[in-house]
C-alpha cells in the first residue's frame, strides 16, 4: 500500500504559479503511475495530469502548456507545477496512485488517493 499527502496550495493571484507536492510513504512512488485531479465546488472531480514508469505523461487540455508533472525518486514526491494560473483553475487538488495500468485519465484506474489541497486563484 501506499499512503498520499498533498501540500502546497493557497490563496494565488491571476498569473501566479504554484507547485503542489503529492508525498508517497509505504511503498516508493516510482512503483506507481500517479495522477493529479481537481474537484471545483458544485462540478465532478476531473483529471489534470498524470505520469507513469518510465515517465511517460498526460495531460487534460486545460493543463498543456501551462501545469508539468515531475517526480523525485529520492524525496518520493510527484509534483505539479502549475502556472499562469486562471480563476478557473480553483479547486481542491487530489493526486491519485495506481499500480495496474488502464485509463490514467479516469478517476476509477486509481486505487490510492491524498486527502487534497485547496487552490484558489484570484482576479
Known amino acids: 500500500q501506499v499512503q498520499l499527502v498533498e501540500s502546497g496550495g493557497g490563496l494565488v493571484q491571476v498569473g501566479d504559479s504554484l507547485r503542489l507536492s503529492c508525498a508517497a510513504s509505504?511503498?516508493?512512488?516510482?512503483?506507481?503511475?500517479i495522477g493529479w485531479f481537481r474537484q471545483a465546488p458544485g462540478k465532478e472531480r476531473e483529471f489534470v495530469a498524470a505520469?507513469?514508469?518510465?515517465?511517460?505523461?498526460y495531460y487534460a487540455d486545460s493543463a498543456k502548456g501551462r501545469f508539468t508533472i515531475s517526480r523525485d525518486n529520492v524525496k518520493n514526491t510527484v509534483y505539479l507545477q502549475m502556472n499562469s494560473l486562471k480563476p478557473e483553475d480553483t479547486a481542491v487538488y487530489f493526486c491519485?496512485?495506481?499500480?495496474?495500468?488502464?485509463?490514467?485519465?479516469?478517476?476509477?484506474?486509481?486505487?490510492?488517493w491524498g486527502q487534497g489541497t485547496q487552490v484558489t486563484v484570484s482576479s
Open positions: 491519485a496512485a495506481t499500480q495496474w495500468g488502464g485509463n490514467y485519465f479516469q478517476i476509477a484506474s486509481y486505487n490510492y
Open positions: 509505504g511503498r516508493t512512488v516510482n512503483t506507481y503511475a
Open positions: 505520469r507513469r514508469n518510465p515517465g511517460t505523461t
